[in-house]
Each structure stands twice: as C-alpha cells, then as structure tokens.
Nanobody, 123 residues
C-alpha cells in the first residue's frame, strides 16, 4: 500500500508563499494520479488541485487558479503544491492524495491519503 507523507505547512502572512511537498512510498509513482485537498475548520474537505501521472493533465479549484501550482517529480516520488499570494481563506489542513483512477477535474477517485499538514494564513 502506498504511503504519503506531507511536509511544508506553517504560518504565513497574507500575500506570502508556501510550498507543500508529498513524498510517496512506491516504485510505481508515475502510475498514480496525485492531488491536493484541504479542509478548513467546520467545513468539508475540498479539492484543490490534481495532475496525471506524467503531469500532462492538470486541474485546479477555481479560487486557486493563478496562485497555486501543482507539479511532480517522478524521479523523487514527490508531488508539490506551490502556493503564492496566500489569503486567510486558504487556511486549512492540506492533504495529499493518490489513486490509480480519477475523475478528471474533481480529484474524485483518489483514495490514498496522507496525514495532512496545517497551513495558516494570518491577515
């Protein structure tokens, strides 16, 4: 079973940047669709971004387009989420997810989850 470990969360002021990383323990990383989700206090977990195994297909939640960039390095078994121009409403626990299938555009079908990393954006 693939294990995912996120890192890179923290406290940042509005307008700042953070880069999240997610390392996967699998020899077949390039087969997996990968994504990022987030869950704010009192809210349901929501899709943020996802990309295909070769990075050729990428999808974003509308509210993060132009600010967040998802990428992957298959040689390092790692997926990244570069977050720029952060806003207080981006505050959430961010989860990495993986799957061999996906529903393009929504992140549906990703069924392997990391433990999450906290991102807090102060105003």
């Amino acid at each position: 079973q693939v294990q995912l470990v996120e890192s890179g969360g923290g406290l940042v002021q509005a307008g700042g940047s953070l880069r999240l990383s997610c390392a996967a323990s699998t020899r077949t990383f390039s087969r997996y669709y990968m994504g990022w989700f987030r869950q704010a206090p009192g809210k349901e977990r929501e899709f943020v971004a996802a990309l295909s195994g070769n990075g050729g297909s990428i999808y974003y939640k509308d509210s993060v387009k132009g600010r967040f960039t998802i990428s992957r390095d298959n040689a390092k078994n790692t997926v990244y989420l570069q977050m720029n121009s952060l806003k207080p409403e981006d505050t959430a626990v961010y989860y990495c997810a993986a799957g061999l299938f996906w529903v393009a555009g929504t992140g549906g079908g990703l069924d392997i989850w990391g433990q999450g990393t906290q991102v807090t954006v102060s105003s």
